[in-house]
């Protein structure tokens, strides 16, 4: 592989798209190219913001005059020239909330291919019309369940949430749910007036009169005679049902307090006329293999291939089975793709609102591995977040299998296993931010060895780990016994106090069910608190025993949602960061001057925005037959605000210039505002100092937004004891950037709290005190504690994990 092969390589002549540093570079194609470099330094923007953005340039050139009149619009990276360039491909973790009727069958398309073999292949109830595949679809009008059309699940009260004190009567207010005051007594005399006891306790009402207060339609009118201290005078009062009361709240008030009291006497719960599959009967009532559509949707991966044989095999005996043995044989080849990447434990009815970016990305590879491709470039983003390091061999040897196709590969990583595994690695750095941006090494990995500026080659050549320490001893446990939840079955474990604990196993074996919901559930209830996230609805924990759970004050979940649904939330408005940036620039001579308020250096209400975009700062750009994007407003060029506003300086600086700083940039040029600077030392302590202020919430990664609600967290001063509980806080973080977030979780536990962190990185593993591993599979092959104890215990163990970490302890024994 020499430069003098022109064609085998894609040649980069100035590159500046955000911190890239006029970067000129030859990549070889045909083989797989990992860009690797610490947290920020510009290594996404090299191989997703220039060489994909210009690849995707090229297609929108390509295909329609009318997308190339809006090219100028739609932004082209900022480079020089760019020469040997096949079509890209892109396959990233995704940002945003991803749809509810999106599922992993149509992630894959393998819902496509199962609904045309229920509709050629099904066995259909006697007299029973063939049904198209779309009526095995609930995402259409012809095979959507009339009652929750199509999404399997209803909000809906339930007499444990209307009723929470049965021993109540009505008088005394046993049907929470109805309104207070003249309106509840209204109720109560309406009832009085059917001849239902008002003062017996609810337990001992007749069920049909219990269940026609809480949920009929009707709604007599019934006369209530004058009342001493209530009423003077006859009138006539019109029934409401529990039910029908709450519904009209939701529906009709314009109160949100009201909307508020309203929604605790509902809960999501599996459609009771469909089952949950979202399908009409009809639908419902053709198996294969004896499973309707909605139960073959329900099997894992690991066992749908045999239940699909076997009943493709039934149908040939029947004479009919031609077209099952085709469909069904083109599904099993696709879902052994997926048993590759350790996928075995999803089924094609998961919901991909519950997917990891991780495990959607794999899904993602899986399709493009079955679409045929040639020639083009595959770029990836950190394909192995999220995966156990058992879990990652598979997933390698699936990425070959593409290049072996005839592809190349770009891959954004920071693991040092797949990196090792590359034929070529472009490091980007040295640092992040403006002090990064260069190319520090492009070539074969084993000569990153001798580059001394490479922060990941100290890391990578074992020059550089993370210092193991010594295991604190708990001071108490929490211990739960006989937990069900998801995979979970009759599970028991112990979780120490006052230490560092690792949660660990392979993916799917059951961690993140025990940690963020058993665990956060748990305390939550004993601490008698509601979720701080409004997503997070309580559920019933279904176990036989918990004690320890009083030793804490405080429970702090930590995950990778979102910090806003929308591009008005960024870093600095999450944090309260940004309003001590505005009170300012309000305090400057220029803006007392002009009367200007702390207001008017916001971009989400009039005045100071600009208003052609609301303060956006971009608009939508409609490409007819291609998908909408997003260009910079015409008017403001991106910068939020209008003129007059932008006219108020702060040592020279514009507001809209504040945003556009990164984290580091702002730490230094705010360092004489202590509540600005305490916010913006903390974001850099934990990696992202990187990150620009006003980055919008939906470009952030899982683990960017997971670390900045962390960050947040730490900046508030608190005592007595806090759960902290982390779903993987190490993903999408180089190992220079892991050390820094491990040294402010180590400072927690330091502080008198305990630590509870899912985790795959061999480092976080090694600097906790305690672990408990998970499985010994995924999905039902998983859901038990397999081990438990300290790192060296568990690497002396069998096991995915303890192979992996006796590994890693190796290698760093002989550092």
Not at 773 to 792: I, N, S, Y
């Amino acid at each position: 592989m020499t430069r003098d092969d022109l064609d085998g390589w894609v040649r980069v002549r100035g590159a500046r798209e955000h911190n890239l540093k006029n970067v000129e570079i030859d990549i070889p194609r045909d083989c797989m190219v990992v860009f690797t470099g610490v947290s920020g330094s510009g290594k996404s923007s090299l191989a997703f913001g220039t060489l994909y953005a210009e690849a995707q340039r090229r297609y929108f050139e390509s295909v329609a005059p009318y997308a190339r009149r809006l090219l100028n619009q739609v932004g082209a990276p900022d480079v020089d020239e760019i020469s040997g360039l096949p079509p890209a491909v892109a396959l990233q973790q995704r940002r945003g909330a991803p749809s509810s009727r999106s599922t992993v069958g149509t992630i894959t398309t393998l819902s496509n291919l199962v609904r045309m073999l229920y509709s050629r292949a099904g066995t259909y109830p006697a007299g029973a019309s063939h049904l198209s595949a779309e009526a095995f679809s609930p995402n259409t009008a012809s095979g959507a369940c009339p009652r929750c059309h199509g999404l399997g699940t209803v909000h809906d009260v339930t007499e444990e949430l209307l009723v929470p004190d049965d021993t109540l009567s009505i008088r005394d207010g046993a049907i929470a749910a109805w309104p207070g005051a003249w309106q509840g007594a209204n109720l109560r005399s309406i009832v009085r007036g059917l001849d239902i006891d008002i003062h017996k306790p609810w337990r001992k009402l007749p069920r049909k009169d219990r269940d026609w207060l809480l949920y009929t339609d009707e709604q007599p009118s019934v006369l209530i005679e004058p009342e001493e201290g209530r009423v003077d005078h006859g009138y006539y009062g019109k029934f409401w049902s529990a039910r029908a009361h709450v519904m009209h709240v939701l529906g009709q008030s314009q109160s949100e307090r009201m909307r508020e009291k309203a929604m605790r006497f509902v809960r999501s719960m599996p459609c009771p006329e469909c089952g949950g599959s979202g399908l009409r009967p009809d639908a419902r009532a053709v198996t294969f293999n004896g499973h309707s559509i909605g139960e073959m949707n329900a099997i894992p991966f690991a066992e749908l291939a045999t239940e699909l044989r076997e009943g493709a095999d039934a149908a040939a005996s029947a004479g009919d089975g031609e077209a099952a043995d085709r469909i069904a044989t083109d599904v099993i080849s696709r879902v052994e793709v997926l048993l590759d990447l350790g996928l075995g434990y999803l089924s094609l009815g998961r919901n991909s609102t519950t997917l990891s970016p991780g495990e959607a990305q794999r899904l993602r590879i899986a399709t493009q591995l079955r679409s045929g491709l040639f020639g083009v470039v595959y770029v990836l983003d950190e394909p192995s977040a999220g995966l156990h390091p058992a879990d990652a061999q598979p997933l390698l040897r699936v990425l070959e299998r593409l290049k072996d196709s005839g592809n190349s590969l770009f891959v954004v990583e920071h693991d040092l296993d797949v990196i090792r595994r590359a034929d070529w690695v472009v490091d980007i750095g040295p640092a992040p931010g403006e002090a990064g941006g260069h190319v520090v090494y492009s070539g074969p990995v084993e000569g990153l060895r001798e580059v001394e500026a490479s922060v990941t080659g100290r890391y990578l050549f074992r020059a550089a780990s993370p210092e193991e320490r010594t295991p604190r001893t708990p001071h108490g446990w929490l211990h739960l016994r006989g937990v069900t939840r998801h995979n979970l079955r009759d599970a028991s474990a112990d979780i120490p106090l006052g230490v560092m604990t690792a949660v660990t196993g392979v993916s799917g074996s059951g961690k993140s069910t025990l940690v963020t919901q058993v665990l956060a559930q748990v305390v939550r209830d004993r601490l008698g608190s509601e979720p701080e996230d409004p997503d997070d609805s309580t559920f019933d924990v279904d176990i036989e025993a918990v004690s320890g759970a009083e030793a804490f004050d405080r429970l702090v979940v930590v995950d990778q949602r979102p910090i806003g649904r929308t591009p008005r939330s960024n870093l600095a408005t999450y944090t309260g960061m940004f309003d001590v940036v505005r009170k300012i620039f309000a305090a400057t001579d220029e803006a007392r001057s002009r009367g200007y308020s702390a207001g008017r250096f916001s971009f989400n209400v009039a005045g100071g925005r600009c208003e052609t975009c609301q303060g956006e700062g971009f608009v939508s750009v409609e490409l007819m037959f291609l998908p909408g994007t997003y260009a910079p407003c015409h008017t403001c060029h991106g910068a939020r605000y209008n003129a007059e506003t932008l006219e108020v300086t702060y040592r020279d600086r514009s507001i809209a210039d504040v945003l556009g700083m990164t984290v580091a940039d702002a730490a230094e040029f705010f360092s004489d505002s202590a509540p600005a600077s305490r916010s913006l030392e903390m974001l850099r302590q934990v990696g992202l100092g990187y990150l620009r202020l006003g980055q919008p919430a939906t470009e952030l990664s899982g683990g960017e937004a997971q670390r900045i609600k962390l960050a947040t967290e730490l900046q508030r001063a608190h005592r007595g004891h806090a759960l902290y509980l982390l779903d993987e806080p190490t993903s999408g973080l180089h190992p220079a950037d892991v050390e820094l977030l491990l040294d402010q979780l180590q400072q927690l536990v330091d502080a008198g709290n305990s630590v509870v962190l899912v985790e795959h990185d061999q480092s976080a593993i090694t600097a906790s005190d305690w672990v408990i591993d998970m499985g010994p599979g995924g999905g039902d092959a998983g859901g038990t504690v397999v081990a438990t104890g300290t790192p060296r215990d568990l690497a002396r163990g069998d096991g995915a994990t303890a192979t992996h970490l006796a590994e890693w302890l190796a290698r760093a024994d002989e550092a």
